[in-house]
């Protein structure tokens, strides 16, 4: 009965995603949403783009292969852009604008400054679906499906992605400046922070696993190698001759945008030896080590598990992925499609 009314309802909406699709195009059952006439469940769904724009994924796909080749970091850089949208008034593309009359942009914050990458790659995907769909597919499921599309090209897990964001019409410094965590962060606020965008224990550590791939500038561990505690001294909890080894990369003074990978194992390569290296004290951020050290509810065990089951990480960092894409989206009338995604239509 339950599986019947389920398949009922996919056919209804099926179908009427068809007509109104071609009466409307992007329209596309945006109205879901809490509550909706749906029963809350449709706010965004994997085919969101079915009729309006087929080839969307395709096209993404084919432009990061490019810019990839060309410099694998890109990857990475990509799939940071999604989370720094997501954590900032929801999965908007509110980091993509710059500063205009009626915008101060987001890309100015402490996490963002001489930072954030990627944003020419995200121009040439909405070009190329602009061409082909145009007023289409919005910026905020361009960041969610070039996050994917960035996670599969390095080698890491795909998963079913739900579709259907619009994009603000407005951004928030202040937000990006609160609410994306800083690297040394206690534990417990990193939980803290995962926490008020729902996301739990189980997200925290598993999304933290995107340090898989890219890198991170000296600034961001230079209180790990010089002073972690106020006493003048080295972060105990870092492994003696990767801390050496840090030191050369990143000194004392200067050599703040000197940069070093996240995982210095397989810095290109999306697999579980972020937390392999996490165990043997070879985390880059003090975010990252403290997954083990921190001593907050499960988190060590997570970490250990992940460690030893490639699969496990996979299948739970797709999970996440999921779920901090679909915090707070714009869907219906809300927001706009836009056509730049620097700037409001
Ligand atoms: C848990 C809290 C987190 C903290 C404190 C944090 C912090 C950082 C910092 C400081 C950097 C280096 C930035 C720079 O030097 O310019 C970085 C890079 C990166 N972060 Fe995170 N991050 C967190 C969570 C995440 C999440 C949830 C993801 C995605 C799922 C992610 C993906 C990345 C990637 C891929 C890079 C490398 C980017 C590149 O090479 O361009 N991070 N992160
Ligand atoms: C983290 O770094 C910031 C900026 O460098 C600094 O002001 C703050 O005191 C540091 N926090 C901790 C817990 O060390």
Redesign the pocket.
Known sequence: MAVFSVTLRLVAITLLSATLSLAHPGFNFGWGGHGGIFGGSFGLFPEFYQFSCPQANDIVLSVLQKAIDKEP?IA??L??LH?HDCFVQGCDASVLLDDSATIVSEKKSGPNR??L?GFEVIDEIKAKLEEECASTVSCADILALAARGSTVLSGGPNWLLPLGRRDSKTASLSASNTNI???N?TLQN?LTSFNRQGLDEAD?VA??G??T?????CT?FKQRLYNQNGNNQPDETLDKSYYLGLKSVCPISGGDNNISP?DFASPARFDNTYFRLILWGKGL?T?DQVLLTGNVGKIVELVKSYAEDENLFFDQFAKS?VKMGNINPLTGFNGEVRKNCRRLN
């Open positions: 970091r990475a850089s799939l940071r989370f001489n930072s990458r965590p800083a690297p962060s990193l925290l999304l933290s995107g340090h791939i890219g890198m991170a500038r961001t996240l951020l975010s992925m």
